[in-house]
């Protein structure tokens, strides 16, 4: 199985903040990647796919990058709606395999 | 807009089988563009793949559950189903159906909760 190891485990931001949440595959997965955005009580949110390609609907200060084992997701300027728990997950082979999270909260 | 929903019992026994389907509203669940699966997450847990069925109708299963797990679809009814036998208390957790393209899981369910108890 491919492990998917997210950083940090948790972060606290303030709004108007630029923060980075790095994924890194135990294996090369080229640019079989995805991330979600989870909030409390809800099924988790498609942000990015392929890597870096936003999903219809996403604001533009969501970003993604990387290839082979190492990606980050960015998001630019941090806005209320935004903290939440953020996954990684490779598509590249089965089982298909989640990162453990990243808790973003407010600062 | 495609819509996703899970149904089936909150409440299972210890050894017995958790049974859920999910219905698939705006939208053909026969295309073959798509592929259907299930996830779930246990109360304060991360996302496990629980497996998939492509649309020529064959299945991949995560190893962790594969001997007690069948994902079935039902093209006349646009809904897939998911079967996990002998659960245990490890096998509550929240259920999601969700659509696979591509890299990732672009349409999820609402998730329904599944406590094993006696």
């Known amino acids: 199985d491919i492990q998917m190891t997210q950083s940090p485990s948790s972060v606290s931001a303030s709004v108007g903040d630029r923060v980075t949440i790095t994924c890194r595959a135990s294996?090369?997965?080229?640019?079989?990647l995805a991330w979600y955005q989870q909030k409390p009580g809800k099924a988790p949110k498609l942000l990015i796919y392929?890597?870096?390609d936003l999903q219809s609907g996403v604001p533009s200060r969501f970003s993604g990058s990387g290839s082979g084992t190492d990606f980050t997701l960015t998001i630019s300027s941090l806005q209320p709606e935004d903290f939440a728990t953020y996954y990684c997950q490779q598509g590249i082979s089965f089982p298909i395999t989640f990162g453990q999270g990243t808790r973003l909260e407010i600062k | 807009q495609l819509q996703l929903q899970e149904s089936g019992p909150g409440l299972v026994k210890p050894s017995e089988t958790l049974s859920l389907t999910c219905t698939v509203s705006?939208?053909?669940?026969?295309?073959?563009?798509?592929?259907w699966g299930w996830i779930r997450q246990s109360p304060g847990k991360g996302l496990e793949w629980i497996g998939n069925?492509?649309?020529?109708?064959?299945?991949s299963y995560n190893p962790s559950l594969k001997s007690r797990v069948t994902i079935s679809v039902d093209t006349s009814k646009n809904r897939f189903s998911l079967k996990v036998s002998s659960v245990t208390a490890a096998d509550t957790a929240v259920y999601y159906c969700?659509?696979?393209?591509?890299?990732?899981?672009?349409?999820w369910g609402q998730g329904v909760l599944v406590t094993v108890s006696s």
């Open positions: 392929a890597a870096s």
């Open positions: 705006g939208g053909s669940i026969s295309s073959s563009s798509y592929n």
């Open positions: 294996q090369g997965i080229s640019r079989w």
């Open positions: 969700v659509r696979h393209y591509g890299s990732g899981f672009d349409y």
């Open positions: 069925i492509f649309h020529s109708g064959s299945t």
